[in-house]
C-alpha cells in the first residue's frame, strides 16, 4: 500500500538551529506533493506544494523543500528558525493516477527553544 | 471567499449515541474529506467525496458514514458512539481534479462521556 513516512515524530532545535524535515513516500506513478503546517490551537494550513518543474519550491515564512525524485523524497528546510514555528508538520502526496488520493505522514512536533 | 465552515465546534454525547457533523466547502469546491485527529494516531483520512460520490475511503468501520449534497456541503454520521471516538474531526476542501492543495476547517470537538 502507498504511504508517507516522515523520520522524525518529534523535533526540538535552538532559535536560528537550521532544521531539515524528511519525508519519503513509496508511488512510482505521478505525484503532487505538499506540506501542511498547524500551529497550536489553529486549523491546517498549507506550507507549500510542488507540481511540476524546479523541485526546488519555497512556501511561505521562508520555508522550502526539495523534491526527489529518485528517492521519492519531499524534504523541508528552512536556515534559521524562529520560536514561532513551534507547530506540528505534515507531508503530504496526492496519488494523481489513483482517484487523487491524498497520503498523510504521521506528522513531526517541532520546538523551538528560546 | 469565506473558508471551509464546520458545525457545531464542540458536542459531548454519550456511548451509544449517533451525532452528525456538517462541512460547508468553500465555493466552487466539489471535494470534501474528512479526517479524525487525536493525540495518539495523529491524522487519520476517513474518506473523500466528489461531486456527490465518495471517491476515496480510510480503514474506519461502518458506523463512520457520510454523505455529499448537490450543493458540495457534506455530513459526516457517527452512530453508536464510542469512547474512542472522541476527538477533533476535521473538514477538508479543494476543487478535486488536478490534485489541488486541500484547506481545512477548524473543526468539531467531540468529547464522548
Known amino acids: 500500500a502507498q504511504s508517507v513516512s516522515q523520520h522524525n515524530h518529534h523535533v526540538i532545535l535552538s532559535e536560528a538551529a537550521s532544521l531539515e524535515l524528511g519525508c519519503n513516500y513509496s508511488?512510482?506513478?505521478?505525484?503532487?506533493l505538499f506540506w501542511y503546517v498547524q500551529y497550536p490551537g489553529q486549523h491546517l494550513q498549507l506550507l507549500l506544494k510542488?507540481?511540476?518543474?524546479d523541485p526546488l519550491v519555497k512556501g511561505i515564512k521562508g520555508f522550502e523543500a526539495e523534491f526527489i525524485k529518485s528517492k521519492f523524497s519531499f524534504n523541508l528546510r528552512k536556515p534559521s528558525v524562529q520560536w514561532s514555528d513551534t507547530a506540528e508538520y505534515f507531508c503530504?502526496?496526492?496519488?494523481?493516477?489513483?482517484?487523487?488520493?491524498?497520503?498523510w505522514g504521521a506528522g513531526t512536533k517541532l520546538i523551538i527553544k528560546p | 471567499k469565506a473558508g471551509v465552515t464546520q458545525t457545531p465546534r464542540y458536542l459531548i454525547k454519550t456511548r451509544g449515541q449517533q451525532v452528525t457533523l456538517s462541512c460547508s466547502p468553500i465555493?466552487?469546491?466539489?471535494?470534501v474529506s474528512w479526517y479524525q485527529q487525536t493525540p495518539g494516531q495523529g491524522l487519520q483520512f476517513l474518506f473523500e467525496y466528489f461531486s456527490e460520490t465518495q471517491r476515496n475511503k480510510g480503514n474506519f468501520p461502518g458506523r463512520f458514514s457520510g454523505r455529499q449534497f448537490s450543493n458540495s456541503r457534506s455530513e459526516m454520521n457517527v452512530s453508536t458512539l464510542e469512547l474512542g471516538d472522541s476527538a477533533l474531526y476535521l473538514c477538508?476542501?479543494?476543487?478535486?481534479?488536478?490534485?489541488?492543495?486541500?484547506?481545512f476547517g477548524d473543526g468539531t470537538r467531540l468529547s464522548i462521556l
Open positions: 503530504a502526496v496526492n496519488l494523481m493516477d489513483s482517484n487523487y488520493q491524498l497520503i
Open positions: 508511488y512510482g506513478g505521478t505525484v503532487n
Open positions: 477538508a476542501s479543494s476543487s478535486g481534479t488536478g490534485g489541488q492543495p486541500q484547506h
Open positions: 510542488y507540481f511540476s518543474g
Open positions: 465555493s466552487g469546491h466539489r471535494s
